[in-house]
């Protein structure tokens, strides 16, 4: 009974989340810092909060460190849609039996974007590219044998042609093994900082007079980064471990995630992973209440070479209206 009471109010937050709309829709700046990233997770919905295993989940809560064993290297490269790209590298270890440490670098380029002005809305002048960058340093705890606990501080930066905003916030998550039928509960909230401001050559008026020391400064508003709050539940449904069905070569993981944020309608994704005596993956997630993203398919190997575990992965994520995106993912752990 103390098992389903948990089960079901869990349900009902979770339900309850995917159900409201946000207030603050559109009002944040930074929604970069929001995009699904690392292969796994990507090919799973993104349900990896309490799924999410090593530095390439960090950015969904920092405690999945605290499953690497030894340390883990990530690289990953992602064709967005209408040309967008990004990439991540991330390095973690295990600096004690109980603590863990993780340093991982985002990169985003727009690629180039036709400038436009009032004078000239056909454009004919030239492009510009947006950037966007974030280094996080993430710690993570075991605080008991079910409950570990993590911080991320991060240094973010957005630079649209020749202006620019920056900040530092931090995100936080626990994971906790409930004791009951194998259920892992995984909690996040991201993006904890002050409000943010652009600065910037692009925002400088020339006088009518083209004297650049008289120039006007336009002056933005200030503006919230994107604050997210993830709940999110995982189970082996088959394995070695799993409390349902016993199997030493394969394994099954369902995993669900309820996304609240501050600027955004909510959502849940529900992720899904098999896997063959650890060796070979496939991967499948899908959204609910999202605006763009649907299905999304993966998969990926993994073996041991001269002492070092090699992963080679693979996501597809279609986001209906807009494009289909795919990633490659690396990762070594030794």
Do not use: C
């Not at 009002?27 to 295993?53: D, H, Q």
């Not at 919230?224 to 394969?250: A, T, Y």
């Not at 279609?318 to 993912?329: I, P, T, V």
């Amino acid at each position: 009974m103390k098992l389903n009471r948990i089960l079901l109010t869990i349900m009902i937050t979770m339900s309850g989340l995917s159900a409201q709309a946000a207030d603050g829709v559109g009002t944040a700046v930074g929604n970069w810092l929001k995009l699904e990233t690392g292969t796994r997770s990507i090919a799973m919905g993104g349900a990896s909060v309490a799924a999410g295993e090593g530095i390439s989940a960090v950015t969904y809560n920092p405690t999945s460190i605290g499953l690497i064993t030894g340390s883990d290297t990530y690289y990953s490269k992602t064709n967005y849609i209408a040309g967008i790209s990004h990439s991540v590298i991330g390095y973690g270890t295990q600096v004690t039996p109980n603590d863990f440490f993780g340093v991982h670098l985002f990169f985003l380029d727009s690629g180039p974007i036709e400038r436009t002005t009032a004078q000239n809305s056909d454009g004919g002048i030239g492009d510009f590219n947006v950037y966007s960058f974030a280094l996080r340093t993430t710690y993570t705890r075991v605080l008991t044998k079910r409950l570990k606990f993590g911080v991320t501080a991060k240094y973010i930066r957005e630079q649209i042609d020749a202006s620019y905003m920056q900040s530092v916030s931090l995100d936080i998550g626990s994971n906790f093994d409930t004791g009951m039928y194998g259920f892992i509960l995984g909690m996040s909230a991201s993006n904890l900082g002050p409000e943010v401001q652009f600065y910037g050559e692009s925002l400088e008026v020339p006088t009518e007079e083209g004297n650049a020391d008289q120039a006007l400064i336009k002056t933005t508003d200030y503006f919230s980064l994107p604050f997210v709050f993830r709940l999110g539940l995982k189970n082996d449904i088959m394995g070695v471990n799993s409390e349902f069905i016993k199997n030493e070569h394969n394994r099954l993981t369902l995993a669900m995630d309820a996304i609240s944020s501050a600027d955004y309608s909510n959502y849940v994704v529900i992720g899904i992973e098999y896997a063959w005596r650890n060796i070979a993956f496939l991967r499948s997630g899908l959204h609910f209440g999202h605006d763009t993203a649907g299905l999304s398919l993966g998969g990926g190997l993994k073996y041991k070479v001269i002492g070092y575990n090699i992963g080679i992965d693979y996501a597809y994520v279609d986001y209906q209206s807009l494009d289909k995106a795919h990633q490659f993912g690396i990762s070594l752990g030794f």
